[in-house]
Structure formats: C-alpha cells, structure tokens
C-alpha cells in the first residue's frame, strides 16, 4: 500500500462525537472493526472493494467519501448518515457540503436505520436487494442512476430537487434517472420532481405509469357516481383528487398508479374497477 493510500482507524479526538474515524484508501479487503468498537465514521475516505457484511452498526456516518464495489450484505445500521454534512464540530456548517458516492455497490438484505439521514449522497449502479428500505424521508438530497430496486420499498420519498441547501450543494437539481423498480413492491413510495419517463417500473397487473393524470380523474368520476354506496364514492372522489393534485404538483401531471392506493378502505373489486377507468380513459404509457 502506498502512502497515498495509508489507511487509519482510530479514536475520534472530538469528545462531541465519540465514533471512530476512519480515513485514507482501504481496497479488497473485509472491513475489520477493532474489539468494543461498532461506531464509525468515514471522513473523506475511499473504500474500493470492501466487504462489510454482517457487520452490526450503531452508528455509521460518511462524509465526503467514495464507497465503489463494496458489499454491504446483511450489513445492521441502527444509525446512519450516507452523506454527512461534515465531521467533528463543523456537522452544521453547510457552506459547502461535500458529497458521498456508492457506485457499484450491493445493499442485499441490508437493514436500514428507520429515518436514514441520506444528505447529499449519490448512488450509481447500486443493487438494493430485498433491503430494509422503509419508512425514509431524510432524502431529498440523494441521487440515484442507474440503481436496481428488488423486494418491498414502503414509505420512501425521492426527491429530484433538493428542498434546501442548494447553494452547499451546488445544485438545484437532483440526478434521479435510468433506476430499475421492475422488481419491486413499491408500498407508499412518493417520487417528487422526477421524470418518471426515465425510469423503469413494474407493469401490469399492479402498476401502470399513467400521463394525463387530470384528465383521466375527470373521466373516471361518473364511474363512481355510479356505485351504490355513499361512503365508497366519498373515500373514491377523495382519492382520485388527491392522486390528481400530487401528478400535477410533482410530476407534470404524470403519476404510477396502483390499485393498492385508490382507496385503500375500498373493497378489493372497486378499487380494480377504478384503476381500469384510470387506465382506459386515454392510452396509458405503461411499460411492456
């Protein structure tokens, strides 16, 4: 290993954050963390072919760091923060806000740390696989290209524009293109300023990636007019402007919809008679 690349692992010196700090270039190795330690962060570090699976977490933070073919199968995170705002005392000074990149990397049956601080973090060609990606909305700084989604994602939000700090970010535009949910189960997943053309979703049965969302709610009103039951109709028109406010408001009047989320109180059989309206009004863009 070259100087260039020297790699430490020691005691943080700042009493406000007790986690060891890692810095330098670590490649093609398991990620060993000494006895009693499980609190890490990385500070402008390059890991290149590290292996840290299995490895329990209390806290893992990244700052300014490059993570390339790592694998982080089975990896616990109970607490995380991908792309850290900074290290020591200068956590809160987002005048410039280096970013942390995984590329290449394997999140298989990792489990996430519920309220993840993603921060401004970019993940390229990264394969979630059946991770515990739940209930994330700590994420309107985060890229993602060219990822693979496979498995259960439930109440995560993307964000293709940050909603602040735009000027320690350097960008008012976030990088979210050429993602593959095709073999996902997408429960609750919000996708805000993004263009959903640019990605690839799962089809039907359950999904349909619909444009003209507005018009096709207005369309499909009489066919709840027509249901005998007052509370359905009233949980069906409450849905159907709700679906159309988001599509206008974040994705130019485009939106994925399943039947899962057209009421989610209706019986089984109107919420599939609703997204057939939905879908039959004008031609869908659905994939496949």
Known sequence: MSASERFSLQPSPDKWQPAWRARGTLREQHFDLPAGVSSVTFDKTLMVGVDFSGIHFVSFSAHG???ESCDFSGTT???????????????????SWPQSVFRD?????????????????????CVFDGSRLRDQTSTSEAEFVDCVFLGRVRDVN?????????AALGRDRNDFTGN??????????AF????????????LPGYALLDRVSARVEAALPVVERWPDPRHREKARFSLEFLAERALEYNDDHRLVSPSELGRKLPPALREELFEALR???SDISPG
């Open 105 to 125: 990397c394997v999140f298989r049956r990792t489990r996430f740390a519920p309220l993840t601080f993603f921060g401004n973090v970019r993940f390229e060609r």
């Open 180 to 189: 593959d949910f095709t073999g996902a189960e997408l429960d609750g997943v």
């Open 192 to 203: 805000r300023h993004i263009d959903l053309r640019a990605q690839r979703f799962p089809g």
């Open 158 to 166: 993307f964000w293709g524009r940050p909603t602040h700090d735009q």
């Open 280 to 282: 039959g009004t004008t």
């Open 65 to 67: 760091s490059r993570f």
């Open 77 to 95: 995170f109970e607490n995380l923060s991908m792309g850290a705002t900074g290290v020591r005392r200068s956590w809160n000074r987002r005048v």
